[in-house]
């Protein structure tokens, strides 16, 4: 028996085998793939829009156009007469398939007001612009090779025809090694030539002189806008944009301006116009004067007197070290006074001071803790640096922790113990008044205090807790030095 092949059902659209794997059912009819749209406006179908008719397949809004209701009240909307039966969607400008549709006919503007390349009139919806003049955007192509372009690669040439850049540069782009295809190839576009060999045309731009003062700085030509670079507000060509000394390529980054109005790059300008000397230049630590001699570096070099004494200020309002004039950058505050930053130093040890290390002493100069608490702190046993015995070479006979030299000060100012006056650096506070640190100590025990065991007694002393309650406190059983405690002392 000879093979019969299985007959796979015919598209009614096409009329072709319908395979499973592209095969789309509607109306018990099976479609390609391809075929599977609109008869009227070739929109494209599935199963939630299609519509069958006779064999021939619908969009709903198409499918109501042609074989629904008509008259008042449908078609377009509810209380709109559409006779619409679909019959402008059946001309011959519309292909059914992979057909590019035909052009319709396009309005004429007059000469000069419309597309470049049609002449038709340009609308809103559909323009695209190339250097002033509108075209329609089917007709934004490159004038060679046809290729769509948009804002970011088109290219007008001197024939007023628009180009993608590979096409411009093939026809007006500069011809021989390098340039082309790619750098390193030599591309000559024959084709474009006439089968000679491309001229090398060499571009001066200093052959179009510009008026005085208003060209590149470096040559006198006109400045154009494709090669412009600014420096200083003044425009240069791109190619004379080069360091004066050694002709380095500079832009807006390494360029320096130099006083003489000319440009270089950093390391030009350092060497020309910024200091000389140990330090400066090639690197800290190199003696760098670039051949100058040591008198012509001393005549260039600003004269600078590094004395802070040279600018005197007035009595009482200058550096209490050296009384010159003390200014904003250098200014250095200690209880309300000025001082120089580099006159802000011990006056013992010389140690450079800050706001957390220095001391004010009542000789009306700066310390360092260290050195305060050797000239104005307590003497003897567990004072000085370490918990040692500090005499500074003379044994005391009786240690006395009251000062009793000094000027004392006026009744209910100086410290409540022993009236002296009271610094800052040593200054305890209780409502009875100021202490020193070392007579801020209970009254009775002579106990060290602070302001979590001190109590203010009603005369005018501070007390331990326990001498507080000796003295103050509550008599009786149960109160005293144990609960269950008779203690009447």
């Excluded at 939630?48 to 198409?62: F, Q, R």
């Excluded at 021989?176 to 045309?201: H, I, K």
Aim: aromatic share 10%.
């Amino acid at each position: 028996m000879p093979f019969k092949p299985v007959e796979n059902p015919k598209c009614p659209k096409c009329q072709k085998s319908v395979y499973a794997a592209e095969e789309r059912v509607a109306g018990g009819y099976k479609f390609h793939k391809t075929c599977f749209k609109c008869g009227l406006c070739g929109k494209m179908l599935d199963s939630t829009n299609v519509t069958e008719h006779e064999a021939e397949l619908y969009c709903k809004n198409c499918h109501a156009r042609k074989y629904g209701p008509k008259g008042y009240g449908f078609g377009g909307g509810a209380g709109c007469l559409s006779m619409d039966t679909g019959a402008h969607l059946q001309g011959d400008d519309i292909v059914i398939g992979r057909a590019p549709l035909i052009s319709k006919a396009i309005a004429k503007a007059p000469e000069g007001e419309g597309c470049p390349k049609c002449g038709g009139y340009v609308y809103a919806a559909e323009q695209m612009l190339a250097r002033g003049r509108a075209f329609h955007k089917t007709c934004f192509k490159c004038g060679d090779c046809n290729k769509g372009l948009d804002s970011v690669n088109v290219t007008e040439g001197p024939d007023k025809e628009i180009y993608c850049k590979v096409c411009y540069g093939k026809n007006f782009g500069p011809k021989g090694y390098g340039y082309g295809q790619g750098g390193g190839t030599l591309q000559s576009d024959t084709f474009s030539v006439s089968g000679q060999a491309p001229r090398n045309t060499v571009i001066d731009t200093a052959c179009i002189k510009a008026a005085p003062g208003q060209g590149c700085p470096r040559c006198g030509g006109v400045v154009f806008a494709a090669e412009e670079v600014l420096a200083k507000g003044r425009p240069w060509h791109r190619k004379c944009f080069k360091c004066h000394d050694c002709t380095k390529t500079l832009d807006s980054i390494i360029a320096c301006d130099g006083p003489d109005r000319d440009v270089y790059c950093k390391t030009c300008y350092g060497k020309k116009w910024g200091p000389h000397g140990y330090g400066f230049a090639c690197g800290s630590g190199f003696l760098q004067t670039d051949g100058l001699t040591e008198e012509e570096i001393s005549k260039s070099r600003p004269f600078y007197n590094p004395d802070t004494t040279s600018i005197k200020a007035p009595p009482g309002q200058g550096c209490p070290r050296c009384g010159g004039m003390v200014f904003a950058a250098e200014q250095q505050l200690a209880k309300g006074t000025m001082w120089h930053k580099k006159c802000f130093n011990c006056a013992e040890c010389h140690r450079p001071l800050d706001s957390t290390l220095a001391c004010d002493g009542p000789d009306k100069e700066v310390h360092c803790r260290a050195c305060y608490a050797k000239l104005f702190g307590p003497k003897g046993f567990g004072f000085g640096h370490t918990p040692t015995l500090v005499s500074d070479g003379v044994a005391p006979i009786i240690h006395d922790a009251r000062p009793n030299s000094g000027p004392r000060c006026a009744p209910g100012q100086g410290c409540k113990r022993c009236g002296y006056a009271v610094f800052a650096a040593e200054q305890m506070v209780s409502k009875s008044g100021m202490f020193h640190k070392r007579c801020f100590s209970c009254a009775d025990c002579s106990r060290s205090l602070d302001s979590t065991n001190q109590n203010d007694g009603p005369n005018g002393e501070i007390y331990c807790r326990g001498c507080y309650g000796r003295n103050f406190g509550p008599k009786g059983v149960g109160f005293g030095m144990g609960a269950g405690t008779l203690t009447m002392a």
